[in-house]
Nanobody, 131 residues
Framework: QVQLVESGGGSVQAGGSLRLSCLAT?????????MAWFRQAPGKDREGVAS???????SYSDSVKGRFTISQDSAKNTLYLQMNSLKPEDTATYYC????????????????????????RGRGTVVTISS
């Protein structure tokens, strides 16, 4: 069964750090061309946060650039999001998603708005940042 399962969410104070994980089962990250993290804050649209393609190229939204780092461990079939210098506005449910290689070896243009079009999507993990 194909699944993406996020973990690592929690509650921390502003300025703290969290590392989110996304374990893939039923497929391997070697079979995907684009992997990404999205988030949705209460009352807001889901937005792309960070992506990494099959070449290892990364992309970040302006709101997290310099604070978040996306990476993957092929041996563990896990995607990560290291989040540092967290702010209250980072509070959201975080989702991981992936596109198969037949969609291309890179993330599509405008990937940050394409969550529902991606081939595999997780159910999310909640991150709460207090001031």
């Amino acid at each position: 069964q194909v699944q993406l399962v996020e973990s690592g969410g929690g509650s921390v104070q502003a300025g703290g750090s969290l590392r989110l994980s996304c374990l893939a089962t039923g497929f391997t990250y070697a079979d995907v061309g684009c992997m990404a993290w999205f988030r949705q804050a209460p009352g807001k649209d889901r937005e792309g946060v960070a992506s990494i393609d099959s070449y290892g190229s990364t992309s970040y939204s302006d709101s997290v650039k310099g604070r978040f780092t996306i990476s993957q461990d092929s041996a563990k079939n896990t995607l990560y999001l290291q989040m540092n210098s967290l702010k209250p506005e980072d509070t959201a449910t975080y989702y991981c998603a992936a596109d198969r290689l037949d969609a291309g070896r890179t993330c599509r243009r405008g990937w940050g708005s394409y969550y529902y079009g991606m081939d595999y999507r997780g159910r999310g993990t909640v991150v709460t940042i207090s001031s």
